[in-house]
């Protein structure tokens, strides 16, 4: 433990460095000269398409040299326009850029840099630049994306609907002061960039169909600072919808709401997240989770330092997962193993007002590693209403969508469920309800070396415990105050359990695990002369066999991991010679599943993919599991 006390010490020196030369260095200077899109034929009487007098300006602009295409005072009907290199977009105060209604005025960009959210999610946006230096979208004014238009409403195809702005591999970018506001999807989205400033910028939504806030995706030496975001999907996200990682990211004195989740890393995780620090901000008025660290497609999450935050009306306040969805980059692409989640360190937080307690939760085959809350203080309304699952009987769906609800009402812990952990380290930590308590505090399964002190419980009247160990080893708990003055800690299987007076123990007899990782994927597959971990994308047009070994000699279910872009559908299958329809459920991605409702009677099950040249289905992961169990 010393040894990577030392190691977090020596991580916070090096962000700190970070900051400070990030912060305090410049970008390249823009020219002087300034060209006023009026000049070039634009008429800000929010009738006239000024699409191409803004691109022209944009591109005089950048051809001499750089300087600031300035947007003056008036109400602007624009299509997709592309900002250059040394360019700063400034948009003065009361100036308005509204996007067209009209989905042809937005020509399609699909970008040199591989990733899922090209063709996708997204091929259309409102602000475009990639592969620009030295940009740059400022000022007081206003770019509103109009995505209540009519044309914008269907949520499907996502990619139908433009983002506000978009930035692809772009160096040395600066946004400041702007406000971006009802977007048709996501409002900001930057996408491999290296070197990005985004000051006192305001983004807001209406509509909850995709309208992200700001989407830090694959970028490198980000700095978001003092923003105000509001918005009704998630409010600042870190993705990685490519092998490449969000690394050396400083998210600081935001305020963010959301609908959804307000500052949260994860559901693409594909190349990871590294030496991210999240501080000083404030989290209110949310839906689902208001921090939630997820890594569920393979990927590193690592060196990750929260603190300082205020959080209020809140449904989960902190949410981390280390998942196994194991969805590819694009389809066709290698299914990812499963991805490692450590060095994760909370401290300083203030959360009042919230519904579900925290949930922290690795796999049986890969744990989440060295894992610290310093000085939590939550007060909830009350714990969840409805019967929780039993311990030993709390499912992993790890095929799941990994949102901040995974468990629901069901999560049979009060404050915090932790599962397959190494290192963990909880210290001052208080709790109150504002009614009384009916489920235990802290439940603790498969958690190994754990340091657990100064932990202060209030209004657990009804309660006889305050932790349910199981499964656990090497565990240290001291210094325990609960009001009413109890505390049981009942413990299963337990090595190692230090500090605890023996008159405060009770021991019960150990639950078998009833629901817990009992999925049997494919390892790794040969197809078309490769070798995938998983099954490879394949095309239903082509005629596929594979099988699946099994030991389960009772009625299984099938799970198809499936990436079928844009289109529902159905794929006619052979299962040991037995006709079976696969009905996807998804149009973008997702699981599907096929029950063999009588018992396998055999050790290989074999599975035949018909030719289907119309389905436009594909295959990418395939699996299996007893269904007497709930996963």
């Known amino acids: 433990m010393k040894r990577k006390w030392a190691i977090f010490q020596f991580h916070r020196i090096l962000v700190k460095a970070f900051v400070f030369i990030f912060f305090f260095s410049g970008f390249s200077c823009f020219g002087e000269s300034v060209f006023n899109v009026c000049s070039f034929g634009a008429k800000g009487d ?45 948009l003065a105060k009361d100036s308005i850029l509204l996007g067209s209604p009209d989905p042809k005025d937005y020509s399609i960009k699909t970008p040199a840099f591989k990733s899922r959210t090209s063709g996708l999610y997204v091929n259309k946006s409102l602000i475009y630049a990639e592969g620009v230096k030295n940009a740059a979208l400022t000022g007081l004014g ?52 290296d070197g990005v ?15 992200d806030g700001l989407d830090i995706d694959s970028c490198r030496n980000v700095l978001v600072q ?49 030496n991210v620090t999240i501080r000083n901000c404030k989290i209110h008025d949310v839906g689902i989770s208001g921090l939630a660290m997820m890594v569920v497609d393979g990927g590193v999450m690592t060196n990750l330092h929260i603190s300082n935050i205020q959080m209020t009306r809140v449904t989960v306040p902190i949410f981390v997962r280390l ?42 085959e890969k744990r989440i590693e060295n894992i610290s809350f310093k000085n939590i203080s939550i007060q909830f309304k009350s714990t969840p209403k409805g019967r929780p699952y039993l311990y030993n009987k709390v499912p992993f769906m790890e095929q799941k969508y990994p949102g901040g609800k995974l468990y629901g009402a069901r999560i049979p812990a009060a404050g915090f469920y932790i599962r397959n952990v190494n290192d963990l380290k909880m210290e001052h930590i208080s709790i109150q309800w504002g009614q009384p308590c009916n489920r235990i505090p802290f439940v603790l399964d498969r958690v190994k070396n754990a340091q657990i002190s100064n932990i202060s419980i209030k209004n657990s009247a009804e309660l006889n415990s305050i932790f349910y160990l199981r499964n656990t080893s090497n565990i240290q708990i001291e210094t325990i105050k609960s009001s009413p003055a109890k505390l049981w800690v009942l413990s299963e299987k337990e090595l190692n359990l230090k500090k605890i007076p023996a008159n405060k123990q009770r021991i019960v007899e150990p639950l078998p695990d009833k629901t817990y990782e009992n999925i049997r994927f494919l390892s790794q597959q040969k197809f078309e002369g490769k070798t995938y971990r998983g099954l490879a994308c394949t095309t239903p047009a082509k005629t596929t066999t594979f099988s699946l070994k099994t030991k389960i000699n009772r009625p299984c279910k099938l799970f198809f991991l499936t990436a079928s872009p844009n289109k529902k559908g159905k794929l006619n299958l052979l299962i040991n010679g037995k006709k079976e329809t696969l009905t996807v459920a998804s149009s973008d991605w997702g699981w599907s599943t096929v029950h063999l409702l009588k018992p396998v009677q055999t050790h290989l099950i074999t599975i035949k993919i018909m030719s289907n040249p119309t389905s436009n289905i594909y295959i990418a992961k395939a699996g299996l599991v007893s269904l007497n169990l709930t996963d």
């Not at 944009?58 to 009907?77: E, W």
């Not at 991805?339 to 300083?348: E, L, V």
């Open 142 to 193: 206003t770019i509103n994306g109009n995505g209540d238009a009519p044309a914008f409403r269907k949520v499907r195809p996502q990619n139908n609907r433009p983002y506000l702005a978009r930035f692809v591999a772009c160096e040395n970018l600066l946004l400041k002061e702007v406000s971006m506001i009802n977007s048709a999807n996501w409002t900001c989205h930057l996408l491999g960039c």
């Open 46 to 90: 929010g009738k006239t398409l000024n699409t191409v007098a803004f691109q022209k300006a944009i591109d005089t602009c950048s051809q001499k040299g750089g300087g600031k295409v300035l947007v003056p005072a008036g109400t602007y009907l624009i299509g997709c326009v592309e900002l250059r290199d040394h360019v700063n977009l400034h």
């Open 197 to 211: 400033k985004v000051l006192n910028v305001k983004m807001q939504a209406k509509v909850r169909a995709n309208r």
């Open 226 to 274: 003092k923003c105000v975001i509001a918005t009704p999907d998630d409010g600042i996200v870190l993705k990685s919808t490519s092998d490449q990682p969000c690394s050396n990211i400083l998210i600081e004195e935001c305020d963010v709401s959301s609908h959804a989740s307000a500052i949260k890393m994860g559901t693409e995780s594909n190349g990871g997240y590294q």
């Open 323 to 364: 998942g196994k969805r194991s969805r590819p980059v694009c389809p066709g692409d290698p299914v990812p193993g499963v991805g490692t989640a450590q060095d994760i360190h909370f401290s300083n937080i203030t959360i009042t007002d919230a519904s579900y307690p925290c949930s922290i939760t690795g796999l049986h």
